[in-house]
């Protein structure tokens, strides 16, 4: 008697083809408009356990526009930080028992969130993956000695100059992998998902129940309190991001 193996071909095609649409699913080149998720983590081990520190964060971007959200302390901080590519603005949208926001312009910017020493970046060879994206590294060598270390990024997705208002304006690719510090806390992103999505453009606002101030306000307000929980024997910096 023969056995049909037409079913078990049928199956075995329709299991493939299901695997490289889930394969194909996770990386998709030069998407435009999307969402990133990173691991957070403090980079400081003491700080590892609090749940002052973030431990992830939500990347948002559309139209070379990002926004970056975090939380802390079971939702009693959250803060959203949106680049605007267009107006050349950083702005900070933060809920600390009030809801406050400052607008920086570009020479603010570069005064307070080019935070780090002068370096050159030296590109390596490397390469690793990270949310389905091979990434390649790229070295911080700073100018006054102090010790260098390496970030990873990645050119296959879609936003132009994704770096001009942080600390990483030299490298031009997303990155996937690096540190970063804000309001005196030092964290290390790793990127863990890459999704395309559909962002509405009121996203990259701020309402208008948030108060304007000055981002030294902000500033001010974050490390105060980062520094009162944090342990004498610390040695974060109070930089800001």
Partial sequence: MKTSLTPTICLF???????????????????KEGIIEFKAEAVDSKEHASMTVPDKMIVKF?????AAELEAGL?????????????????SQVFFFEKKQSTMNLAEVQKTNYYLPDYDVVYGNT????????????TIKFKDGTPSYDVWFTKDIGIKN????????????????????KYGLELHFTATSVSPA?????????PAEFEPVKNSELENMFEGFYSSIKPKSSNYSLASL
């Fill in 127 to 138: 390469t690793k993956e990270f949310a389905g994206y091979k990434c390649r590294n790229a």
């Fill in 75 to 91: 939702g009693f901080a959250k803060m959203k930080f949106i680049s605007d590519p267009v107006k050349k603005q950083f702005r």
């Fill in 162 to 181: 994704p770096n001009w208002s942080n600390a990483y304006y030299k490298i031009d690719g997303v990155l996937m992998d690096y540190r970063l510090r």
């Fill in 13 to 31: 095609f329709l299991a493939l083809l299901l695997l490289t649409q889930a394969c194909t699913g996770i990386f998709k080149k030069d998407i």
């Fill in 198 to 206: 559909t962002i509405d453009d009121a996203y990259f606002t701020i």
């Fill in 62 to 66: 559309k139209n070379d526009f990002s």
